[in-house]
């Protein structure tokens, strides 16, 4: 099983608004409503930022959203901070084997 | 307050065996699984398996079936995962995490559980 398809960076300006993007097949992404979005900061253990596609957990900034597309799952920052560089993280339910859950490779954001 | 606390780093060597362990509280630990994500240095996060405590229902990713054994106890509220012989290549950090539902999302992490295997 491939993990999903992530960018391995992505940057923007404060201010500005970046997308990530996570790419499946219809056995994962395009299949389930279920893609979940992590933030990791280093050393730190991920955190939730985005679940079923589009819905933030409480207390997660409303600058964070998540679509979804076909195979394709994305994730926005609007108004990026300098405390939103970290990694982030897609994953999705998956039908394929017994594997049930698989994580994109990770993306690096960097707040110029 | 939810909290998952996972116990202490661990440095082994090359064959041994090795318990780690996820002590849940603030909720109801029968009513969430529990999955195991390994990070391994500098790379990304990979789905290790999963349990429901309520009724020990356990899934492996093919990745890892027969080379980890994910328990739990729910009386302690405590899920475990196990190597029976370890590997250098074991070395990672290990978190636990619930969910309410499998691809749900996991909303609460434990700490890690850093694993050294070095001989």
């Known amino acids: 099983q491939s993990a999903l398809t992530q960018p391995a960076s992505v940057s923007g300006s404060p201010g500005q608004s970046i997308t990530i993007s996570c790419t499946g097949t219809?056995?994962?992404?395009?299949?389930?409503?279920?893609v979940s979005w992590y933030q990791q900061h280093p050393g730190k253990a991920p955190k939730l930022m985005i679940y079923?596609?589009?819905n933030r957990p409480s207390g997660v900034p409303d600058r964070f959203s998540g679509s979804k597309s076909g195979n394709t799952a994305s994730l926005t920052i609007s108004g990026l901070q300098a405390e939103d560089e970290a990694d982030y993280y897609c994953?999705?339910?998956?039908?394929?084997?017994?594997?049930?859950?698989?994580f994109g490779g990770g993306t690096k954001l960097t707040v110029l | 307050e939810v909290q998952l606390v996972q116990s202490g780093a661990e440095v082994k060597k090359p064959g041994e065996s090795l318990k780690i362990s996820c002590k849940g509280s603030?909720?109801?630990?029968?009513?969430?699984?529990i999955g195991w994500v390994r990070q391994m240095p500098g790379k990304g996060l990979e789905w290790m398996g999963i349990?429901?405590?309520?009724?020990?229902?356990?899934r492996y990713s093919p990745s890892f079936q027969g080379q980890v054994t994910i328990s739990a106890d729910k009386s302690i509220s405590t899920a475990y995962l196990q190597w029976s012989s370890l590997k250098a290549s074991d070395t990672a950090m290990y978190y636990c995490?619930?969910?309410?539902?499998?691809?749900?999302?996991?909303?609460?992490w434990g700490q890690g559980t850093l694993v050294t295997v070095s001989s």
């Open positions: 995490a619930r969910t309410l539902t499998i691809g749900e999302g996991l909303d609460y």
């Open positions: 603030g909720y109801s630990f029968t009513s969430y699984w």
């Open positions: 349990i429901y405590p309520g009724d020990s229902d356990t």
């Open positions: 219809s056995s994962d992404v395009g299949g389930y409503n279920y």
């Open positions: 079923e596609v589009s």
């Open positions: 994953s999705s339910y998956t039908s394929s084997s017994t594997l049930h859950v698989v």
